[in-house]
């Protein structure tokens, strides 16, 4: 059950009694806001639109937020700009009902806390760099090569590939 001061919850239920066509739009600003125990956004914003349809309430959303990943390449720290869009219908009952299963809760409120987190989560870039030309790491002792170059020598060949080498050198 949803937190009664969740300010990702929003009063629907007025909107049930218009008839179909009637839209509502709302906006909201967070400098900080927990979506979970795995995800904190920064500078969250959102526009949403809800339209009453003949089937239910359908939630048009655009969220933008910052939040904390690490680079792929030299595992830093980093904050990356995820935009997410996207469209739910919440259904008046279970007989028209939609395939994601939303229903408008008998209070009238939606809380869009859940989706806010899972489409930002599907929105996040699957290898998140710190910047394009990111170096990473050195492969023999792991330093980080954006902060400057170690004295590893990597141009050494794997023993198990010293036999391939000579496969290429006679040509």
Same mark, same amino acid.
Do not use: W
């Given at each position: ?99 994601? =299963? ?7 409120? $939606? @809380? ?7 489409? &930002? *989560?599907? +929105? ?23 902060? =400057? ?7 050494? $060949? @794997? ?7 000579? &496969? *290429?050198? +006679?040509?």
């Amino acid at each position: 059950m949803s937190k009664p001061h969740n300010p990702l919850r929003f009063n629907v239920g007025y909107i049930i009694h218009e008839s179909p066509g009637y839209v509502k739009d709302l906006s909201f600003e967070f400098p900080f806001y927990e979506l979970g125990d795995d995800l904190t956004a920064k500078e969250f914003k959102g526009d949403l639109t809800f339209s009453r349809t003949q089937k239910g309430i359908l939630l048009e959303a655009q969220l933008s937020a910052i939040i904390a990943t690490e680079c792929t390449r030299c595992l830093d720290a980093t904050l990356t700009q995820i935009e997410s869009i996207f469209t739910e219908l919440y259904a008046f009952d279970h007989r028209t009902e939609t395939e994601s =299963g939303l229903i408008v809760p008998e209070d009238g409120y $939606i @809380d869009i806390t859940d989706l806010a987190r899972e489409y &930002l *989560l599907l +929105d996040t870039p699957t290898a998140p760099l710190c910047k394009p030309d990111c170096a990473g790491l050195c492969p023999i002792c792991g330093e980080n090569l954006n902060h =400057g170059q170690c004295d590893c020598k990597t141009d050494a $060949i @794997d023993p198990r590939m010293a036999k391939l080498k000579d &496969l *290429l050198d +006679d040509e």
